[in-house]
């Protein structure tokens, strides 16, 4: 179905989401402080809601089916954002980032994976447009990842190596300090100008942003093909980011089947991307070019079905077994688990604190 809105509705939604969530980051520079939780529960809920207000405002003005496209690629970058927050935690803590900075840690963040989402998007609503087999490559791709999603093995080693290999370059490259400087990126030693860990934090940050748009747009392209949609859909997933993460804190750790109930999903709209591709085959070696008739199109409306039940069947197993076997693992073992899964694990020592 096309997408039947204003090119100028499309264009003042964008600029003032981008605004509100700019606003959002701004008010780390303006008032730095350490979320309570109360304020980060308000800060939430005012997001899902203005997501709920947006979705309202779509289907009044281009009809439920994109609605619903909007609010099933939203949930889906949702879920994908929380199990980013796992790997936040274990950055957090592996570089030993002080609480009250963590907040400008993640505004840096959520600034590279805006940039790389709508970088991504870009390019993939490009492909799309003039290459449709690559539904079977996104398929494909989604499926394995769920599969390494739901049962991770001994092949995050590549990963790790090659993430070692970008921090021992900065140490090799950039003078490094042992020892935080505030949030600074850069302090004096001794009369000279060094790099603080600050901007190591800042690397590996960007290299798990860049792991998770590349997971995440061919799943949320899998719901709709409007860039605008897929857009709107990861800023709205990403704001209110930094206040979730500072509300859902140690409760992470209790959510120890969140990855399975993120894999169904991923592993659902691989296969249903397979399925379009058949429905719409142009390959000439698959039904001599001609489209699939017998291969099913999944609605809207089944795929935010799926997208809701996955995560609330993960998220409620997860709530009883932690009541029933009380976790002696700490939030920082079940964000080692996802950055296993998502091949970031920890690769440098804790930085020297003076």
């Known amino acids: ?28 520079l303006k008032r730095p402080h350490i979320p309570s939780p109360k304020e980060s529960t308000l800060w939430v809920v005012f997001y899902v ?39 936040f935690v274990l950055i957090m803590g592996q570089f030993a980032v002080p609480r009250r900075y963590q907040q400008e840690v993640l505004m840096v963040g959520i600034i590279i994976a805006l940039v790389l989402r709508g970088a991504f998007i870009l390019v993939g609503a490009t492909i799309i447009e003039n290459f449709s087999p690559i ?9 394995y990842t769920a599969v390494r999603q739901a049962f991770p093995g001994d092949d995050h080693d590549d990963d790790e190596r090659k993430e070692s ?33 600050m901007i190591i934090v800042f690397a590996a940050i960007g290299v ?17 093909q409007s860039p605008f949609i897929v857009f709107t859909a990861n800023l709205f997933a990403l704001m209110g980011l930094r206040q979730l993460y500072f509300l859902l804190g140690d409760l992470l750790e209790r959510l120890r089947y969140l ?22 085959n142009e390959l000439p070696f698959l ?18 079905a799926v997208i809701v039940l996955s995560m609330a069947v993960a ?9 029933r076997e009380p976790s002696t693992a700490g939030p920082q073992d079940a964000a080692a688990q996802v950055a296993d899964e998502k091949g970031t694990p920890p690769t440098v020592e804790q930085p020297r604190r003076d």
């Open 287 to 304: 039904n001599g070019g001609e489209p699939i008739e017998w291969a099913p199109e999944i609605s809207t409306w089944v795929s935010l």
């Open 1 to 28: 179905m096309e997408l039947q809105l204003d090119p100028v509705f499309q264009t003042v939604t964008l600029v003032v989401l981008v605004l509100i969530l700019a606003a959002d980051l701004l008010l780390i």
């Open 208 to 224: 798990t942003d860049l792991l998770f748009a590349i997971d995440s747009i061919p799943a949320i392209f899998g719901i709709t």
């Open 49 to 87: 809601t203005l997501a709920l207000i947006f979705a309202g405002v779509l289907w009044a003005a281009a009809g439920g089916e994109v609605a619903g496209q909007f609010v099933a690629g939203w949930l889906t970058e949702y879920s994908l954002s929380i199990d980013n927050l796992f790997v």
């Open 165 to 197: 290999f970008i921090v021992r370059m900065l140490r090799r490259v950039l003078p490094i300090s042992d020892s935080y400087d505030g949030k600074k990126v850069l302090t004096r030693i001794d009369g000279k100008r060094v790099f603080t860990p």
């Open 315 to 323: 998220t409620i197993a997860s709530l009883v077994a932690s009541r």
């Open 259 to 280: 990855h399975y109930g993120i894999a169904f999903i991923l592993a659902f709209i691989g296969v249903k991307l397979i399925l379009h591709a058949m429905h719409v």
């Open 135 to 143: 539904f079977y490559v996104f398929g494909a791709f989604l499926i």
